[in-house]
């Protein structure tokens, strides 16, 4: 299929960039590099071995959108462009609302326009109610906690309202749980700007030293050793998820809804200790208070993405945890 991937030099564009090109797609790439370097283009041609059409270029840009959708056949869109951090979110809320629902209503006017009628989208699982108890079924009742979370689902409003009054038209809507790990090639890795906010990166940047020590944030939740406990799968497992999406769905009316993780609970520590494991360094770490927001347990329930996508999460946990650690290690590597 020909697709058009926005966001496609992030950490999990990247990744499924990789996993389209190598079963035979062809993909074109729109990224505005907020959240991702420039030399990610030349990583991905490295692993595969083929050049890779991109274009550095807003998805809000409309007019920009109508060149590139005038250049090229799509026949469907990733999306993955979007504003991702948590607590940026709360500080500036109309920055995220700007810039996620801007883009995502730019690139849907330009699919429109070009006959172009689906769309993957880069979902979350933040977009299930906290009330709910885990696993998390698709069914389960829907709510944000802070203005990221709303963008998603709002996103996920949106297209699913496109896709009733338009039955030509088709969403697949990924719910992600803790996407982790890296490329085993460890030219392709989650490389965050500044202080990492999710777990694994903090962990690998405390391993190379450029932090002293993590922060467990919290340890008196109702989990069994007191952590926060998470599904983390393997970002080219999540790569994957993406292919099976379009490839199961295609032409598939309406607006679908997949839980992408692996069914498993894995806590703080026991993440710790499977990168002490991976890596052979010892995590020094505090336990301090509670992040605001956080819950004790996000586990998916990944059957129905098992049944209908045929997908399913294959590396574990140390595998991720190794393959992140050899990023981390050969990040600054020149290519
Ligand atoms: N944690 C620490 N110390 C840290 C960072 C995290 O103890 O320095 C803990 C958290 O309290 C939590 C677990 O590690 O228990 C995972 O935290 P992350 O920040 O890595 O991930 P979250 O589950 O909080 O959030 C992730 C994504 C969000 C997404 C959400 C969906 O970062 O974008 O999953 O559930 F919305």
Redesign the pocket.
């Known amino acids: 299929m020909n697709v058009l991937v926005s966001g496609g030099l992030g950490y999990i564009g990247s990744h499924t960039v990789v996993e389209l090109v190598k079963r035979h797609h062809d993909v074109v790439v729109v990224d505005n590099l907020y959240n991702a370097d420039a030399d990610v283009q030349l990583r991905i041609e490295k692993i595969t071995g083929k050049k890779l059409t991109t274009y550095i270029a807003d998805c809000a840009d409309a007019e920009a959108m109508e060149k590139i959708f005038s250049s090229h056949k799509v026949d469907c869109v990733i999306h993955f462009a979007g504003y ?1 951090a ?1 607590g940026e979110s709360v500080r500036k809320p109309l920055m995220y609302y700007h810039n996620n629902l801007l883009s995502t209503l730019v690139l849907l006017e330009a699919m429109k326009k070009h006959n172009v009628h689906q769309m993957v989208f880069s979902s ?3 977009v299930y109610s906290p009330e709910n108890t885990s696993p998390f079924r698709e069914e389960m009742r829907l709510a944000a906690t802070n203005p ?2 709303w963008t998603k689902l709002m996103i996920e409003r949106i297209l699913t309202d496109y896709a009733t009054a338009d039955p030509s038209f088709s969403a697949i809507l990924l719910r992600y ?2 996407p982790i790990g890296a490329h085993d090639s460890g030219l392709l890795g989650e490389r965050p700007v500044g202080i ?5 990166p ?1 962990i690998c940047q405390v391993a190379d030293g450029t932090r002293e020590k ?5 340890d008196d939740y109702a989990t069994p050793d007191g ?4 599904d983390y799968l393997h970002v080219v497992d999540l790569a994957l998820g993406h292919v099976a999406a379009l490839e199961k769905m295609a032409n598939r009316p309406g607006a679908h809804a997949f839980n992408l993780g692996t069914g498993k609970g894995t806590s ?1 520590l026991e993440l710790v200790h499977a990168f002490e494991q991976a890596s052979h360094l010892t995590i020094p770490y505090v336990v301090t208070d ?2 605001p927001g ?1 819950i004790d347990t ?1 586990v998916a329930d990944p059957s129905k993405a098992e049944k209908e996508l045929e997908w399913k999460a294959t590396h574990s946990i140390e595998e991720a945890c190794a393959s992140a650690w050899h990023f981390q290690q050969h990040v600054k590597d020149s290519l």
């Open positions: 991702k948590v979350s699982a933040t990221y979370g749980f803790n990492p906010n999710n777990l694994l903090y993590l922060s467990v944030f919290g952590t926060g406990v998470r703080v509670r992040r956080d996000v």
